[in-house]
Each structure stands twice: as structure tokens, then as C-alpha cells.
């Protein structure tokens, strides 16, 4: 059994004190081939865990199948290390120092990088689990919706990003206090220069604090018109009737003049005008106008329906239908149904719409020849 011995530990190459034989390659391809085999079992096994629990979502499966093939992989890692006898060469590598202080005795080192990338690592984990808990338990209470998760979400992820910042300088052995001293010149320049960028980002926070809007909400400024989908840090992104994605700074939603129709109450009021022709029965108008409104499905009954006599105009007499209704993101397509329904109505009971008109009068010129023209007049 020597001779098998002697194969397996025969060097197929030698770099100083480490020997990579036969022996070390079957394993490495051992590992490999156990930890792809292991992957596809996890994977299968959170897809039918998806399937058999309700409370797991194509989110949360994501995540699982995520995290738990980097742990896998890790460790995959850890054992192939072992099994090679390459520590000595890890710690050499990971002692490697970029730069160091004597005065402060602080030193930064390959190993270092390797800390901080693990401890985002982990604050990343820990905030998918943080959002994982606000779907499943917040959202069974009356009092938070969904733009309520995101605000509390976010909030979440920044306080557990500033921890791990804060841990992540800790554990390297910088001293954070004379990190901060240290670098105050620096960004009082750097303040200066990114002003516009650091008023986006103190908007950001207002805006996630103050609850001004939420994502969700159906916002008016500068007249436009569109739906919250997300509130970041520096921007929020909005999505118009038409579809179009729109990024605006927090701080312009802070500073402009900005309507919330989805802030004080779900029912909001809306105004549609019409104008008939001289000589309506005003009071019929009247009748068609409510009844028209109260008929569709998406006008409230809760509130009354109004209609006011506007205005005798220069050709027709004007009407307004003011009514409630919860749809404020599809409004422009509850009132073209009122219109269609208020222009059938309407030839029905014989109500004319009148159009713009103007009287020309002609006046002859005797002073002139025949056919040297005439002269118009509009009044």
C-alpha cells in the first residue's frame, strides 16, 4: 500500500513549503462537488418550503436562497483552506499592511478590508430579516399601510448601517473621535462644495420623519400630477398617469408648494364644468348633472353631490358638478365617463352645447366704385 501512499502524496507542484499533491486535489474537488450538490438541495428545499407556507413570499425566498448559498459557499471556502494546509498564507496575506501610524499605533491591513465587508455583510443581512418582520407582522395592524412599512423600513436600514459604520471603525482600531476631529476641515470644504447634495439629504430625512407623504400617496407640485413609489435619501422617485418615471430632490418636494391628495382624507372632491345653450331648461341640467353623478360607481354617496349654477358666459350658461370620489389616481378617467354619460343625456332631452360664435355685419362703402371691396366689421 506504499505505492498508493506515494501517489497520493506525490507533489504535482511545490511553491517554498507548501506541496499541492494528488490527495489535496481530490478533496479540494470533493468539497466542490459536495457543496454544489449541497446548493441545489437548499435551493430545492426553500422552493418547496415556498410552496407549503404562505408567509413566504417570492421575496423572502429570494433572500433565503441568497444568503444561504454565500454561507454555504463560505464554508466551502473554510474547509478548502483546512484541508490544504494554506492558513500560515492566509494570515500572511491578511497581514498585509497598506499603511500604518506609530504615532496612533493604528495600522490598516488586508484583514482589515475583510472585517469591514463583513460587517456590512451582516448589516445587510440583518435589515432584509428587519424588513422580513415588518411584512409579516406590522401589515396585520390596522394603523400601518405601505407607505408606513417603507417609512419605518428605511429608518430601520439607515440606524443599522450607522451602527455598522460605527463597529465596522471600532473594530479596526481607529480611534472614531479623532477620525471625526481629524477630518472637520475636510468637510467643512467638502460641505461647501456638495451643499445642494447634503440639503437633498437632511430633506430626505425630513420627509421620513415628518410623513408629509408616504409612498403611495398621489402628490400635486408644479402641476404635476403623480404617485409616491419610493423616498430615498437624496431623491424620490415618482411615476406620472402617463407611466414615466420622474426622480425630483428632496429638497425641492420640502421647499415648493406641494399638494397631498392622499394626506387629510381618502375622499377628495372634484369639479367637472359644462355649459349649455341660452334658453336650457336650467333646472333639467340640474337634474341630469346629479343624476349623472351619483350613477357611477366610483363617485361616493357619502358626501352629496353639488351642482352650481357657474355663470351666464358670452354664448352658454355654465355649470359646475362638483362630487367625491377615492379614486384620485384615475380621477381623469371618472370624469371623461361623466362627460360621455352628461353629452348622451343631453341630446336625449334636446340640450344643445353651444360653440364659440361671432356676428359679422357687412357695411357697404358708397363713397367707392362697385368692386373695389367692402369693409368688415366684427363686433
Do not use: C
Not at 24 to 50: H, P, S
Not at 108 to 118: L, R
Not at 213 to 227: H, Q
Not at 303 to 318: L, S
Amino acid at each position: 500500500m506504499n505505492w498508493l501512499k506515494d501517489i497520493f502524496t506525490y507533489p504535482l507542484f511545490t511553491a517554498g513549503d507548501f506541496d499541492f499533491t494528488l490527495l489535496k486535489l481530490i478533496l479540494i474537488a470533493l468539497i466542490i462537488f459536495l457543496t454544489r450538490k449541497a446548493v441545489i438541495f437548499y435551493r430545492r428545499f426553500v422552493t418547496n418550503l415556498f410552496r407549503r407556507n404562505d408567509w413566504i413570499d417570492d421575496e423572502r425566498a429570494g433572500f433565503m436562497r441568497k444568503y444561504g448559498t454565500y454561507t454555504l459557499i463560505i464554508l466551502a471556502a473554510f474547509f478548502s483552506f483546512a484541508g490544504l494546509g494554506l492558513w500560515e498564507l492566509v494570515e500572511a496575506f491578511m497581514s498585509f499592511t497598506f499603511f500604518e501610524s506609530r504615532e496612533t499605533r493604528f495600522k490598516f491591513s488586508v484583514g482589515n478590508i475583510f472585517i469591514i465587508v463583513a460587517i456590512f455583510v451582516v448589516a445587510g443581512f440583518i435589515a432584509r430579516m428587519v424588513r422580513i418582520v415588518i411584512k409579516k407582522n406590522l401589515l396585520q395592524r390596522d394603523w400601518i399601510d405601505k407607505g408606513k412599512e417603507f417609512t419605518i423600513f428605511k429608518l430601520s436600514t439607515y440606524f443599522i448601517y450607522t451602527v455598522a459604520f460605527i463597529v465596522a471603525v471600532e473594530s479596526i482600531g481607529a480611534d472614531l473621535s479623532s477620525l471625526v476631529l481629524a477630518s472637520a476641515a475636510l468637510l467643512v470644504g467638502v460641505g461647501i462644495g456638495l451643499q445642494y447634495l447634503f440639503a437633498d439629504v437632511v430633506s430626505g430625512f425630513i420627509l421620513l420623519f415628518e410623513g408629509t407623504f408616504k409612498v403611495g400617496d398621489v402628490i400635486e407640485i408644479n402641476g404635476l400630477v403623480a404617485r409616491v413609489e419610493r423616498i430615498d435619501v437624496r431623491t424620490s422617485k415618482v411615476v406620472t398617469r402617463d407611466g414615466n418615471f420622474i426622480i425630483i430632490p428632496n429638497s425641492t418636494l420640502t421647499r415648493d408648494n406641494l399638494t397631498n391628495w392622499s394626506h387629510s382624507s381618502q375622499l377628495t372632491r372634484f369639479k367637472v364644468e359644462t355649459r349649455v345653450a341660452y334658453g336650457s331648461d336650467t333646472m333639467m341640467v340640474k337634474n341630469i348633472l346629479q343624476d349623472v353623478a351619483t350613477r357611477h360607481p366610483e363617485v361616493s354617496n357619502i358626501r352629496p353631490v353639488i351642482v352650481r349654477f357657474a355663470n351666464f358666459g358670452e354664448y352658454a350658461i355654465e355649470f359646475e358638478l362638483f362630487f367625491w370620489a377615492i379614486q384620485t389616481w384615475n380621477i381623469e378617467i371618472v370624469k371623461s365617463d361623466l362627460r360621455f354619460e352628461i353629452d348622451k343625456r343631453f341630446r336625449e332631452a334636446g340640450i344643445g352645447i353651444p360653440y364659440p360664435q361671432r356676428d359679422l355685419h357687412i357695411k357697404s362703402d358708397d363713397t367707392k366704385a362697385s368692386g373695389s371691396g367692402s369693409a368688415f366689421q366684427e363686433q
